[in-house]
């Protein structure tokens, strides 16, 4: 071996030595989220906390009284039933320990403060209005040790404007889920200016950790997927409003036209109008001259009705019958 390949070598083995110490540093940073408390137990937060408690988190979900608790504890359960069937099918003893390990992480508790009393990481997963979310992050920074990361699985609201009355701006972050979560396979990690490389790594780590791809994003509006997705679905309504074509025809349009999995009208249905409207309402109003951001009167319309989409029954498609 000649110097300059000898030289190579040892450098090599530097490199190898100094990201080995790298991995090690990340790896514990990743074995620090253990223990999850996620805000809110609806569709998006009882998502979260199954695929938490699916890759071995212990979690706690939160919200204001144990009816709720209990539907979304029966949710979860619900959807654990069709992750088994799938990866358990062979093995039907396999899939009963699955679901009772799984189930055996998750508790539940009305009383958010002390809920974030042993948490690594909280993710909020609340309604979608800043003063309540600000209100929730005022009350837990006080509350939880000085080490858990906050996080917020907002669609649309600003992560800095939600981190505001937080001290630790530092370790706050989005998290930004996708429904179905358990079928959904992305995370948009969200920092903010403050947001420290330690926390963002902590964040990524995490939706690694439960199995998605994760995806990073400034504190933009809709961060990537809901600023393309949201005015696309608008557009459809508009094209419908229009009478160039019927809700029917543009949604097997997409579906066998472009690979989409649900056509706009089937997709604003299961997420549901009220949320879609917020997001635009929001948007038309810190946006005012962008046209991809007016409010849709059908949307305005439907959601006035209290048709919401599937959860109500009724919203562009009826599901009662
Ligand atoms: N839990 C567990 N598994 C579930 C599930 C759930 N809640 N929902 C569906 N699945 C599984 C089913 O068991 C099934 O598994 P299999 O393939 O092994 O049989 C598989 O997913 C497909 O489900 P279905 O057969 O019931 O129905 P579809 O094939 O029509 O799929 C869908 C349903 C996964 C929802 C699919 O239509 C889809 O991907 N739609 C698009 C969803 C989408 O775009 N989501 C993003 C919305 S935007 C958002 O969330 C952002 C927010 O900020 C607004």
């Keep these: 071996m000649n110097v300059s390949s000898s030289v190579l070598k040892m450098s090599f083995i530097n490199l190898t030595k100094s990201c080995t110490r790298g991995l090690a540093t990340s790896v514990a940073r990743m074995a620090t989220i253990k223990n999850v408390t996620i805000i809110g137990g609806g569709q998006m937060g009882a998502g979260i906390a199954q695929v938490a408690a699916q890759t071995g988190h212990r979690v706690v979900v939160v919200d204001q009284s144990d009816e709720i608790l209990l539907k979304s504890v029966a949710g979860i359960q619900k959807s654990l039933a069709r992750v088994v069937k799938k990866k358990f099918a062979d093995d039907p003893s396999g899939g009963e320990s699955f679901l009772k390990t799984t189930m055996a992480q998750i508790s539940t508790a009305t009383d958010a403060e002390s ?183 059908s949307i305005d319309k439907l959601v006035a009705e209290g048709k919401l989409g599937v959860k109500t029954g009724e919203g562009f498609y009826n599901y009662k019958k």
Aim: with cysteine; glycine share 6%; proline share 6%.
């Design 115 to 297: 809920a974030v009393k042993e948490a690594d990481l909280v993710v909020e997963a609340i309604v979608e209005n800043i003063k309540i979310k600000q209100n929730l992050f005022e009350k837990l920074d006080k509350a939880a040790p000085q080490n858990t990361i906050f996080a917020s699985n907002t669609s649309s609201l600003a992560i800095s404007e939600i981190a505001q009355t937080s001290q630790r701006k530092d370790r706050f972050g989005g998290l930004h889920f996708f429904n179905p979560v358990p079928v959904m396979k992305l995370v948009e990690v969200v920092r903010i200016d403050e947001t420290s490389d330690d926390t963002f790594n902590s964040l990524v780590a995490f939706g690694q950790a439960v199995g998605k791809t994760t995806v990073s994003c400034k504190d933009t509006p809709g961060f990537i997927v809901n600023r393309l997705l949201v005015p696309y679905l608008m557009e459809a309504v508009r094209l419908m409003d229009r009478g160039d074509a019927s809700a029917r025809d543009i949604d097997v349009g997409m579906k066998l036209g472009a690979g989409h999995p649900m056509g706009p009208f089937e997709l604003l249905d299961y997420v549901g109008l009220d949320v879609t409207k917020f997001i635009m309402d929001g948007w038309h109003k810190d946006f005012p001259d962008n046209p991809l951001f007016n409010p849709s009167p």
